[in-house]
C-alpha cells in the first residue's frame, strides 16, 4: 500500500507564503509523477503543480510565478512552496502521487491540508 503525509498548511494573510510538504511512503513505482491538487466546497478537484521523477513540472496559470514545486526523489518527498498567497488559493491541498505500469495507472492521495488565505 501507499500512504502520503502532507503538512503544512494553515492560516496567512495576503501576500504572504506558506510551504507544504508531503512524504509517500509504501510500494511506490520509481518512475511516477507527484503533484499537489486543491478543491474548495463545491467545485471539482483541480491540479496545481506536478512534477515528474525526472524533473518536468507544469503548473495551473493561476498560480505560475507565484507558485514553485520541487521533490526530493531519495526521500519520496515533494513540496510546494506558495508564494505571494491570495483568498482566492483559499482551499484544502491534497497531494498525489501516479505512476503507469503494465497499462493500469496508479493514483494515490494524501488526507489533504488546509490553506485558508484573508485578505
Known amino acids: 500500500q501507499v500512504q502520503l503525509v502532507e503538512s503544512g498548511g494553515g492560516l496567512v494573510q495576503a501576500g504572504g507564503s506558506l510551504n507544504l510538504s508531503c512524504a509517500a511512503s509504501?510500494?511506490?513505482?520509481?518512475?511516477?509523477?507527484m503533484g499537489w491538487y486543491r478543491q474548495v466546497p463545491g467545485k471539482q478537484r483541480e491540479l496545481v503543480a506536478v512534477?515528474?521523477?525526472?524533473?518536468?513540472?507544469n503548473y495551473a496559470d493561476s498560480v505560475k510565478g507565484r507558485f514553485t514545486i520541487s521533490r526530493d526523489n531519495a526521500k519520496n518527498t515533494v513540496y510546494l512552496q506558495m508564494n505571494s498567497l491570495k483568498p482566492e488559493d483559499t482551499a484544502v491541498y491534497y497531494c498525489?502521487?501516479?505512476?503507469?505500469?503494465?497499462?493500469?495507472?496508479?493514483?494515490?492521495w494524501g488526507q489533504g491540508t488546509q490553506v485558508t488565505v484573508s485578505s
Open positions: 512534477i515528474s521523477n525526472g524533473g518536468s513540472i
Open positions: 498525489n502521487v501516479r505512476w503507469r505500469r503494465l497499462m493500469r495507472t496508479y493514483k494515490y
Open positions: 509504501g510500494s511506490i513505482f520509481s518512475t511516477n509523477d
